[in-house]
């Protein structure tokens, strides 16, 4: 384990690094002790190196910080271990319900904070802070760290905030686990959950998932689908222009949800439309663009989507509507989460609460920020688990979420994913968990991590692949490095490896999953170059059919690889950023989805809806365990270079098709391949589905493409 240089261990025992002395004269009756008003005296001692490890007589006192005082040298000592015993845990693990609880006749609160001395709750008129205004103000009570009050009146309507006592200062905070807020998420409102639900909400139910691997996920975002003038919808921007049917741009093409619709993918992946900072977007003038990676209210729909952000009710209902909508389309929906940070820690609501427990410390105590974006959480602290857990089951069953994909999982630790997948395989329907696997520099042991080189401990949870991404394309960090379907050579081995989803398939081909759906195929997401601006970057030099054509292949194959298929949205006309890679704060008109490109890039579209439809029509590109795809997967041998080509034999996954062919040409000149002579079907318009018969043992295989042929 990694343990801080300074720690509490247990209720009794210390440890810490005495630096600038020599060890041998340590002297323990200069070891003095603070914490609070608390008599501590020594029981035993011991040293190991540079390390001093103490018992106490007494226990410490967790309401106060811990310091040891050596000669003239003052060291802080860290709970984090202490939070992880099971000694504390015995003592303080809270396993109810936590928030604002409201009935007609009376609002109960409860919040948890073993450190705070006291706890107050503020009961605010207004949502909006920037309203002066004298709340009234109750007392809580605490149990073992449990602060609840009961308020016997009716708040419906009012708003609130925690004051909490705790290591010599007063915060004010917004309760983690408020389910309403007002305007910028700066108060917890009062409302009844009952009231929160659009008509016809019970009736919604979301599309059948038989497997995993089914999945075709579209990733967009809420304000991007339907900002650009053109879009034809009235609620730009907006929750509840996603619920606007039959919209089509002034060339009489389908836009907003209904050009997802039309494309046929199976789930839409929601960027962050939990509550983000108002300082990255103002809701009362949401001018200022932001993706959202920074959480604000874990468990509330973001205001600044919703059409009044001052109404607690309205984000909440428009947020359902519009997952009514997109339900009754056929469509999953999945959100994207970012439970592994928070900026600026030491202004948020989870460390105003409980300064410490949230976030991880590395060995020096600083806040640990393997994520780069400030601080990450603890998951490994059991109320931290907790808290992800209650916010992900909150969104799955009020919400009827379909499916959740983690920012930046490899921060969590695995056991946290497998806690979460098996709590979710408790519900009556499949509900999809993945993320990103990478592994990054937080405080965590590596045999810890959710990262992909651990994914045999994490079952059935998904991880971006890239593997699949850079071999198809080049690497993202290097804007000028090509892949296998712009020109690099030597790519075969590695696209073969993709194709079986990268589970471990022969001694040859042995990828790093266990089972196809841990695989998550994509070549582009909302993070770096989008696909059509790297082709410009990398193949400058090439022709604008050519990129096309490459542009494509690369999505062919993302979408007849064993796994799960994820398009990056407006990747199927050719999506740029202009060049942007990271348009995180970028204006609308970076990030729109433009809908003139639609028209542009028609023919682009509709090869992207005959490929999302063979998919969807065959099973064989989608088999659910690693033993069918060994015993129903064979690779054509003595191929030419830089070419790839497969057999799905025997009604794989019980297609209808007896035998699939499939070869991806990525020369820039056509190629002759052998295949086992039979009576082909060839696929020679895939968006128009015509077909052509062949009996033979030689085809011929366009530059840039790929080719499909089934008996
Ligand atoms: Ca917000």
Same mark, same amino acid.
């Given at each position: 384990?990694?343990?801080?240089?300074?720690?509490?261990?247990?209720?009794?025992?210390?440890?810490?690094?005495?630096?600038?002395?020599?060890?041998?004269?340590?002297?323990?009756?200069?070891?003095?002790?603070?914490?609070?008003?608390?008599?501590?005296?020594?029981?035993?001692?011991?040293?190991?190196?540079?390390?001093?490890?103490?018992?106490?007589?007494?226990?410490?006192?967790?309401?106060?910080?811990?310091?040891?005082?050596?000669?003239?040298?003052?060291?802080?000592?860290?709970?984090?271990?202490?939070?992880?015993?099971?000694?504390?845990?015995?003592?303080?693990?809270?396993?109810?319900?936590?928030?604002?609880?409201?009935?007609?006749?009376?609002?109960?609160?409860?919040?948890?904070?073993?450190?705070?001395?006291?706890?107050?709750?503020?009961?605010?008129?207004?949502?909006?802070?920037?309203?002066?205004?004298?709340?009234?103000?109750?007392?809580?009570?605490?149990?073992?760290?449990?602060?609840?009050?009961?308020?016997?009146?009716?708040?419906?309507?009012?708003?609130?905030?925690?004051?909490?006592?705790?290591?010599?200062?007063?915060?004010?905070?917004?309760?983690?686990?408020?389910?309403?807020?007002?305007?910028?998420?700066?108060?917890?409102?009062?409302?009844?959950?009952?009231?929160?639900?659009?008509?016809?909400?019970?009736?919604?139910?979301?599309?059948?998932?038989?497997?995993?691997?089914?999945?075709?996920?579209?990733?967009?975002?809420?304000?991007?689908?339907?900002?650009?003038?053109?879009?034809?919808?009235?609620?730009?921007?907006?929750?509840?222009?996603?619920?606007?049917?039959?919209?089509?741009?002034?060339?009489?093409?389908?836009?907003?949800?209904?050009?997802?619709?039309?494309?046929?993918?199976?789930?839409?992946?929601?960027?962050?439309?939990?509550?983000?900072?108002?300082?990255?977007?103002?809701?009362?003038?949401?001018?200022?663009?932001?993706?959202?990676?920074?959480?604000?209210?874990?468990?509330?729909?973001?205001?600044?989507?919703?059409?009044?952000?001052?109404?607690?009710?309205?984000?909440?209902?428009?947020?359902?509507?519009?997952?009514?909508?997109?339900?009754?389309?056929?469509?999953?929906?999945?959100?994207?989460?970012?439970?592994?940070?928070?900026?600026?820690?030491?202004?948020?609501?989870?460390?105003?609460?409980?300064?410490?427990?949230?976030?991880?410390?590395?060995?020096?105590?600083?806040?640990?920020?393997?994520?780069?974006?400030?601080?990450?959480?603890?998951?490994?602290?059991?109320?931290?688990?907790?808290?992800?857990?209650?916010?992900?089951?909150?969104?799955?069953?009020?919400?009827?979420?379909?499916?959740?994909?983690?920012?930046?999982?490899?921060?969590?630790?695995?056991?946290?994913?497998?806690?979460?997948?098996?709590?979710?395989?408790?519900?009556?329907?499949?509900?999809?968990?993945?993320?990103?696997?990478?592994?990054?520099?937080?405080?965590?042991?590596?045999? #810890?991590?959710?990262?992909?080189?651990?994914?045999?401990?994490?079952? +059935?949870?998904?991880?971006?692949?890239?593997?699949?991404?850079?071999?198809?394309?080049?690497?993202?960090?290097?804007?000028?490095?090509?892949?296998?379907?712009?020109?690099?050579?030597?790519?075969?081995?590695?696209?073969?490896?993709?194709?079986?989803?990268?589970?471990?398939?022969?001694?040859?081909?042995?990828?790093?999953?266990?089972?196809?759906?841990?695989?998550?195929?994509?070549?582009?997401? +909302?993070?770096?170059?989008?696909?059509?601006?790297?082709?410009?970057?990398?193949?400058?030099?090439?022709?604008?059919?050519?990129?096309?054509?490459?542009?494509?292949?690369?999505? *062919?194959?993302?979408?007849? &690889?064993?796994?799960?298929?994820?398009?990056?949205?407006?990747?199927?006309?050719?999506?740029?950023?202009?060049?942007?890679?990271?348009?995180?704060? +970028?204006?609308?008109?970076?990030?729109?989805?433009?809908?003139?490109?639609?028209?542009?890039?028609?023919?682009?579209?509709?090869?992207?809806?005959?490929?999302?439809?063979?998919?969807?029509?065959?099973? *064989?590109?989608?088999?659910?365990?690693?033993?069918?795809?060994?015993?129903?997967?064979?690779?054509?041998?003595?191929?030419?270079?830089?070419?790839?080509?497969?057999?799905?034999?025997?009604?794989?996954?019980?297609?209808?098709?007896?035998?699939?062919?499939?070869?991806?040409?990525?020369?820039?000149?056509?190629?002759?391949?052998?295949?086992?002579?039979?009576?082909?079907?060839?696929?020679?318009?895939?968006?128009?589905?015509?077909?052509?018969?062949?009996?033979?043992?030689?085809?011929? &295989?366009?530059?840039?493409?790929?080719?499909? #042929?089934?008996?």
């Amino acid at each position: 384990m990694i343990i801080s240089d300074n720690s509490v261990l247990t209720f009794k025992i210390i440890r810490f690094l005495l630096i600038g002395y020599n060890i041998n004269e340590f002297d323990i009756k200069q070891l003095m002790f603070n914490n609070g008003t608390a008599i501590t005296s020594i029981k035993s001692f011991t040293t190991e190196g540079d390390y001093i490890t103490v018992t106490l007589n007494n226990s410490i006192d967790i309401k106060e910080e811990f310091f040891v005082i050596y000669k003239q040298n003052i060291i802080k000592l860290n709970y984090s271990e202490l939070y992880k015993s099971k000694e504390f845990n015995d003592k303080y693990y809270f396993s109810g319900e936590l928030g604002a609880f409201y009935g007609k006749d009376s609002t109960t609160f409860k919040l948890w904070s073993p450190a705070a001395k006291s706890v107050k709750v503020l009961i605010f008129k207004n949502g909006d802070a920037a309203i002066q205004e004298t709340p009234s103000i109750l007392n809580m009570e605490e149990n073992n760290g449990l602060w609840s009050v009961k308020v016997l009146n009716n708040l419906k309507g009012y708003f609130y905030t925690y004051k909490i006592e705790v290591y010599n200062i007063v915060n004010e905070a917004v309760d983690p686990y408020a389910k309403f807020v007002g305007v910028n998420g700066l108060r917890g409102a009062i409302e009844d959950l009952e009231e929160s639900s659009p008509e016809g909400w019970t009736e919604d139910s979301s599309p059948l998932l038989k497997n995993y691997t089914d999945a075709i996920i579209y990733e967009i975002s809420v304000r991007d689908m339907t900002t650009h003038p053109d879009s034809a919808v009235n609620y730009k921007g907006k929750f509840l222009g996603l619920t606007e049917d039959d919209t089509k741009s002034s060339k009489d093409l389908y836009s907003g949800i209904s050009h997802i619709k039309e494309l046929g993918v199976t789930h839409v992946q929601l960027m962050p439309v939990f509550d983000f900072s108002y300082i990255s977007t103002d809701e009362k003038d949401p001018v200022k663009y932001n993706w959202g990676y920074d959480p604000q209210n874990y468990n509330v729909p973001e205001g600044s989507y919703s059409t009044n952000p001052y109404n607690p009710l309205c984000r909440v209902l428009e947020f359902k509507e519009m997952i009514k909508h997109i339900h009754s389309l056929g469509v999953g929906v999945i959100m994207d989460v970012v439970y592994n940070h928070m900026f600026n820690p030491l202004e948020n609501n989870l460390e105003k609460v409980f300064p410490g427990y949230y976030f991880r410390l590395d060995v020096k105590c600083n806040f640990s920020n393997g994520t780069g974006c400030g601080s990450d959480t603890a998951s490994e602290h059991p109320m931290m688990r907790k808290f992800i857990l209650d916010s992900v089951l909150y969104f799955a069953n009020t919400y009827h979420i379909d499916g959740f994909r983690f920012d930046l999982m490899g921060v969590h630790d695995f056991e946290t994913m497998n806690i979460i997948r098996y709590e979710l395989d408790k519900l009556p329907r499949k509900i999809l968990v993945y993320g990103e696997g990478w592994d990054l520099n937080t405080s965590l042991p590596h045999e #810890l991590k959710a990262v992909q080189s651990n994914a045999w401990k994490m079952p +059935h949870i998904g991880f971006f692949n890239d593997t699949i991404r850079d071999t198809i394309r080049g690497s993202v960090f290097n804007n000028k490095d090509s892949g296998f379907i712009s020109g690099k050579s030597d790519q075969e081995h590695t696209i073969k490896k993709c194709v079986t989803g990268l589970i471990k398939y022969s001694n040859e081909l042995s990828g790093i999953y266990d089972t196809p759906d841990q695989s998550i195929n994509y070549i582009c997401a +909302h993070d770096n170059n989008t696909l059509w601006d790297k082709l410009e970057l990398s193949n400058s030099y090439d022709s604008y059919d050519d990129r096309k054509s490459m542009h494509m292949l690369g999505n *062919a194959i993302v979408l007849t &690889c064993q796994g799960i298929s994820f398009l990056h949205g407006g990747v199927d006309f050719c999506r740029t950023k202009k060049g942007i890679e990271n348009s995180y704060n +970028h204006p609308d008109h970076i990030n729109w989805m433009d809908w003139d490109r639609k028209s542009e890039f028609y023919d682009v579209f509709q090869y992207f809806k005959g490929l999302i439809n063979l998919r969807r029509e065959h099973p *064989a590109f989608r088999m659910d365990n690693s033993q069918e795809i060994r015993d129903h997967l064979v690779f054509l041998d003595n191929m030419p270079q830089n070419t790839v080509g497969f057999i799905l034999k025997d009604n794989a996954n019980g297609d209808i098709w007896r035998n699939i062919i499939v070869v991806y040409n990525a020369n820039k000149y056509p190629v002759i391949v052998n295949i086992p002579y039979s009576d082909y079907s060839r696929i020679t318009d895939l968006s128009k589905g015509y077909t052509q018969v062949i009996a033979t043992d030689k085809i011929e &295989c366009a530059k840039l493409s790929m080719t499909v #042929l089934y008996n």
